[in-house]
T-cell receptor, first 114, second 111 residues
Framework: AQSVAQPEDQVNVAEGNPLTVKCTYS??????LFWYVQYPNRGLQFLLK??????LVKGSYGFEAEFNKSQTSFHLKKPSALVSDSALYFC????????????FGTGTRLTVIP | DTAVSQTPKYLVTQMGNDKSIKCEQN?????MYWYKQDSKKFLKIMFS???????INETVPNRFSPKSPDKAHLNLHINSLELGDSAVYFC??????????FGNGTRLTVT
């Protein structure tokens, strides 16, 4: 069965500093990995995905994520955080060999401090 | 605008009632979903549906039932509402292996 873990409920970072939001996954086949962001009272918005190819994936709003197969991780990163990046971030995994549904982590609340 | 739209945005009702939440997508996607987000922000898949197959998360009570009149709609019916059903319900859709597109959610409060 597939699963994804986000070990940190909350991440605080100062504006202008680099940020990392952690994610590890477990899946039987080759994973499809995603990051989504949720702003208050809104649905989730897609940020980036890894399907195959380069391990470093670039996405929306300057975010990137690195796929690490040996560590089964897919951490979200940004070189310089903005206050407007403050939101709830979800990592998700899809096992393409199964029912192809998307399973989400428990979310990490990112707060960027001015 | 191309989007996934849900109605109503807020739904307040009493225990024991039956209610429906509607979802429409004009993105031409072939698969639609319902997710439940609880008070701790945990997201749990409830149903996935395309033209061929309805997949139900086995932990979802049978008081919940999806209805799809056509490819662009997937409504959620809930019978005999309980306090624990209070949550935000998100509809989503996708095409093939592409990312999910989410609606803005329906906040259900059962009193």
């Amino acid at each position: 069965a597939q699963s994804v873990a986000q070990p940190e409920d909350q991440v605080n970072v100062a504006e202008g500093n680099p940020l990392t939001v952690k994610c590890t996954y477990s899946v039987s086949g080759n994973p499809y990995l995603f990051w989504y962001v949720q702003y208050p009272n809104r649905g989730l918005q897609f940020l980036l995905k890894y399907i195959t190819g380069d391990n470093l994936v670039k996405g929306s709003y300057g975010f990137e994520a690195e796929f690490n197969k040996s560590q089964t991780s897919f951490h979200l990163k940004k070189p310089s955080a903005l206050v407007s990046d403050s939101a709830l971030y979800f990592c998700a995994v899809r096992d393409p060999t199964g029912a192809n549904n998307l399973f989400f982590g428990t979310g990490t609340r990112l707060t960027v401090i001015p | 605008d191309t989007a996934v739209s849900q109605t109503p945005k807020y739904l307040v009702t009493q225990m024991g009632n039956d209610k429906s939440i509607k979802c429409e997508q004009n993105l031409g996607h072939d698969t639609m979903y319902w997710y439940k987000q609880d008070s701790k922000k945990f997201l749990k898949i409830m149903f996935s549906y395309n033209n061929k197959e309805l997949i139900i998360n086995e932990t979802v009570p049978n008081r919940f039932s999806p209805k799809s009149p056509d490819k662009a709609h997937l409504n959620l019916h809930i019978n005999s509402l309980e306090l624990g059903d209070s949550a935000v319900y998100f509809c989503a859709s996708r095409a093939g292996a592409q990312p999910l597109h989410f609606g803005n959610g329906t906040r259900l409060t059962v009193t």
